[in-house]
């Protein structure tokens, strides 16, 4: 890669999915370009997203039902996504040597299963564009004149050019260098930030049992939010027990909601194990299981019924006699069992952290941004792309196809004349 130009057409802060995108394609339009970022090597996040598979986009090829994903803030991503979307970012790691799969859920990985590869095409991309990049380049600030940004501070010298675009992430995964600092540059110089909190983030909660759960994988069940006692959102899919409360595809989705209404009201997750079965039809399975299993002790009746680490903590919450004989539990009995069955009730008391957080909710207020350049309308010749701005998505690639999207339109427009 090109180090020898002191002054640049573009300064992109932040080596991410965003950055890399953006970085790349304003050197493909003969730009010349700086990428900076702190770490010893670009990508550091995307290396582990998708437990280090890379979940690269979702194959949703219409953007209509794409954006409504992102909630109210989806059009917002429109241009964004008429100039580089799904069909695209599939077609540009296809063309750069990785190509995919589409998995359960349309989501979209590298047939390696390698988030490395995605990261390296990147890189290809950069090179091929003559980017420059420094690594291990802490910015401290933006220097700003009147409606135009004049240098990024470094503890070096400062970095100048005409265009400038901000891609230095949320505040997920801290240990990955996201550490929210450009949010705090933004507020310097104006830009208001929306309110931050984690996202697709665990859910904590109150019950000690779900420690005895902890690992415990649930598929193909129907998780519901409750705010006292007005049902909220309802998600199906899988879910996971942890240690301090549940985690999982369609917890971390329905975390966003839970963010929003925690010091509102009560909040309770209710998980309704056997979701295709109406409560009539799960009282006959249940009395089959007894007829079948009726010389047995209830307690070990239900291993037809139930994975093994949720049998103990479902006799307790159901009152009923572990060693009382399967054929003898009353109908009033087999009844409270059928409703903690179809509706497992847990209380929320919180979400974990940045540490455990996959993404940031909130982020430059889209506002003061341009959805069809990605420009500042602050500042004539700042851009932004990827998680900074105050959009997000559920798990399933809609977030990487944010930054894919972002990053293209951004790195385009600031590469314009």
């Given at each position: 890669?090109?180090?020898?130009?002191?002054?640049?057409?573009?300064?992109?802060?932040?080596?991410?999915?965003?950055?890399?995108?953006?970085?790349?394609?304003?050197?493909?339009?003969?730009?010349?370009?700086?990428?900076?970022?702190?770490?010893?090597?670009?990508?550091?996040?995307?290396?582990?997203?998708?437990?280090?598979?890379?979940?690269?986009?979702?194959?949703?090829?219409?953007?209509?039902?794409?954006?409504?994903?992102?909630?109210?803030?989806?059009?917002?991503?429109?241009?964004?996504?008429?100039?580089?979307?799904?069909?695209?970012?599939?077609?540009?790691?296809?063309?750069?040597?990785?190509?995919?799969?589409?998995?359960?859920?349309?989501?979209?990985?590298?047939?390696?299963?390698?988030?490395?590869?995605?990261?390296?095409?990147?890189?290809?991309?950069?090179?091929?564009?003559?980017?420059?990049?420094?690594?291990?380049?802490?910015?401290?600030?933006?220097?700003?004149?009147?409606?135009?940004?004049?240098?990024?501070?470094?503890?070096?010298?400062?970095?100048?050019?005409?265009?400038?675009?901000?891609?230095?992430?949320?505040?997920?995964?801290?240990?990955?260098?996201?550490?929210?600092?450009?949010?705090?540059?933004?507020?310097?110089?104006?830009?208001?930030?929306?309110?931050?909190?984690?996202?697709?983030?665990?859910?904590?909660?109150?019950?000690?049992?779900?420690k005895d759960a902890q690992g415990l994988s649930l598929?193909?069940?129907?998780?519901?939010?409750?705010?006292?006692?007005?049902?909220?959102?309802?998600?199906?899919?899988?879910?996971?027990?942890?240690?301090?409360?549940?985690?999982?595809?369609?917890?971390?989705?329905?975390?966003?909601?839970?963010?929003?209404?925690?010091?509102?009201?009560?909040?309770?997750?209710?998980?309704?194990?056997?979701?295709?079965?109406?409560?009539?039809?799960?009282?006959?399975?249940?009395?089959?299981?007894?007829?079948?299993?009726?010389?047995?002790?209830?307690?070990?009746?239900?291993?037809?019924?139930?994975?093994?680490?949720?049998?103990?903590?479902?006799?307790?919450?159901?009152?009923?006699?572990?060693?009382?004989?399967?054929?003898?539990?009353?109908?009033?009995?087999?009844?409270?069992?059928?409703?903690?069955?179809?509706?497992?009730?847990?209380?929320v008391i919180g979400l974990s952290g940045y540490d455990?957080?996959?993404?940031?909710?909130?982020?430059?207020?889209?506002?003061?941004?341009?959805?069809?350049?990605?420009?500042?309308?602050?500042?004539?010749?700042?851009?932004?792309?990827?998680?900074?701005?105050?959009?997000?998505?559920?798990?399933?690639?809609?977030?990487?196809?944010?930054?894919?999207?972002?990053?293209?339109?951004?790195?385009?427009?600031?590469?314009?004349?």
């Amino acid at each position: 890669m090109s180090n020898s130009n002191p002054r640049f057409d573009v300064a992109v802060i932040g080596g991410g999915a965003a950055g890399m995108m953006a970085a790349g394609r304003a050197a493909e339009r003969g730009a010349s370009v700086v990428l900076l970022d702190k770490n010893n090597q670009l990508g550091v996040k995307l290396l582990i997203t998708g437990k280090g598979r890379c979940n690269i986009t979702q194959a949703e090829f219409d953007n209509q039902q794409l954006i409504e994903q992102y909630g109210r803030q989806g059009r917002f991503l429109l241009p964004s996504l008429s100039s580089f979307g799904v069909r695209e970012a599939i077609n540009f790691f296809e063309g750069s040597r990785v190509p995919v799969k589409i998995e359960r859920g349309q989501r979209v990985f590298p047939v390696s299963d390698r988030a490395a590869d995605v990261r390296n095409a990147l890189v290809r991309y950069l090179e091929k564009g003559g980017v420059t990049v420094r690594l291990n380049t802490v910015v401290q600030g933006i220097n700003h004149q009147e409606d135009r940004i004049t240098a990024v501070k470094t503890a070096g010298k400062p970095i100048t050019a005409e265009k400038y675009i901000l891609c230095s992430g949320g505040q997920s995964y801290p240990a990955t260098g996201s550490d929210g600092q450009g949010f705090a540059w933004l507020r310097e110089i104006g830009h208001q930030v929306i309110s931050l909190r984690p996202g697709l983030v665990p859910v904590r909660v109150k019950e000690d049992w779900v420690k005895d759960a902890q690992g415990l994988s649930l598929k193909n069940v129907e998780v519901s939010l409750y705010k006292d006692g007005h049902k909220i959102e309802t998600r199906f899919g899988e879910a996971l027990f942890t240690h301090f409360g549940l985690s999982g595809p369609i917890i971390l989705d329905l975390s966003k909601r839970v963010g929003e209404l925690l010091s509102s009201g009560k909040l309770q997750l209710f998980i309704d194990l056997k979701p295709a079965l109406s409560f009539e039809q799960l009282d006959d399975r249940v009395q089959r299981d007894f007829l079948k299993y009726r010389n047995r002790e209830f307690k070990n009746s239900l291993t037809d019924l139930l994975p093994r680490a949720l049998i103990q903590p479902l006799i307790e919450l159901s009152g009923i006699m572990p060693e009382k004989q399967a054929n003898s539990v009353s109908r009033a009995e087999r009844h409270r069992l059928v409703r903690l069955l179809k509706g497992l009730e847990l209380t929320v008391i919180g979400l974990s952290g940045y540490d455990k957080a996959i993404i940031t909710c909130g982020g430059v207020d889209l506002k003061e941004v341009n959805p069809r350049t990605m420009g500042s309308r602050l500042y004539s010749n700042l851009y932004f792309a990827g998680e900074i701005l105050d959009i997000d998505g559920p798990t399933g690639g809609y977030n990487l196809q944010m930054c894919w999207s972002t990053g293209f339109l951004a790195g385009e427009s600031a590469s314009a004349s």
